[in-house]
């Protein structure tokens, strides 16, 4: 595709639920990374990978939430047992090279609310 | 600490007028610095950055941000604002040696005709 694609758009969790989100980068492209954005804030970084390795996993908030790009490609974000306070718009980036060499592009973001 | 900091959340201007949005980092030796913006409903675009070299950076659209290494500051103008200029703009910076961005909380501009 031409851009960064999110799945789902929007996504309703009831809490302790478990939640997968999935992010297509662009075709080609080497660095991905996961941010966490709360409403009215700036993105928060959360994970980094250079194509298979998950290098920089610090902004993780928990160990409820698991991000894994298994072939270098898609990268799945998963969330265990949902928490109101999980509730945000999560963002996928990619870039081509590092991030100071090559811009970084974002998808439209997954909306999660946990009731 | 790593940070960045926007001062203004909100930013309201009459369409023509010229606009300033402000942003401070935390001092590094080495710092990349970027402005992303986000139009209604849609995603995080790249609006300009700056490398290094010229401090001055321009975008297509008529936006300037000048790195001012003295200041931590790196700031967004432009001289007319445009009604489609509304949209929320962050500031963001990649440190020497790390890969990871660190956004500010943004800086929502609104432009009245």
């Known amino acids: 595709g031409a851009g960064v694609s999110q799945s789902p758009r929007y996504k309703v969790a009831k809490r302790g639920q478990d939640v997968a989100l999935r992010c297509d980068p662009i075709?080609?492209?080497?660095?991905l990374f996961w941010y966490q954005q709360a409403l009215g804030q700036g993105p928060e970084f959360l994970t980094y990978f250079q194509n298979e390795a998950q290098l920089d996993k610090s902004g993780l908030p928990s160990d409820r939430f698991f991000a894994e790009r298994p072939e270098g490609s898609v990268s799945t974000l998963k969330i265990q047992r949902t928490q109101q306070e999980d509730s945000a718009v999560y963002l996928c980036?990619?870039?081509?090279?590092?991030?100071?060499?090559?811009?970084?592009?974002f998808g439209n973001g997954t909306r999660l609310t946990v009731t | 600490a790593q940070s960045v900091t926007q001062l203004d959340s909100q930013v309201p201007v009459f369409e023509e007028a010229p606009v300033e949005l402000r942003c401070n980092y935390s001092?590094?030796?080495?710092?990349?610095l970027f402005w992303y913006v986000q139009y209604p409903n849609q995603g995080l675009q790249l609006l300009l950055k700056?490398?290094?070299?010229?401090?001055l950076v321009k975008s297509i659209n008529g936006f300037e941000a000048e790195f001012n290494k003295s200041q931590t500051s790196f700031h967004l103008r432009k001289p007319s604002v445009h009604i489609s200029d509304t949209a929320e703009y962050f500031c963001?910076?990649?440190?020497?040696?790390?890969?990871?961005?660190?956004f500010g909380t943004g800086t929502r501009l609104q432009v009245f005709p």
């Open positions: 700056y490398l290094s070299g010229s401090t």
């Open positions: 075709s080609g492209h080497v660095s």
């Open positions: 963001a910076v990649k440190y020497g040696g790390t890969d990871k961005l660190i």
């Open positions: 980036a990619s870039s081509l090279e590092r991030v100071d060499n090559s811009p970084l592009h």
């Open positions: 001092s590094s030796v080495s710092v990349y």
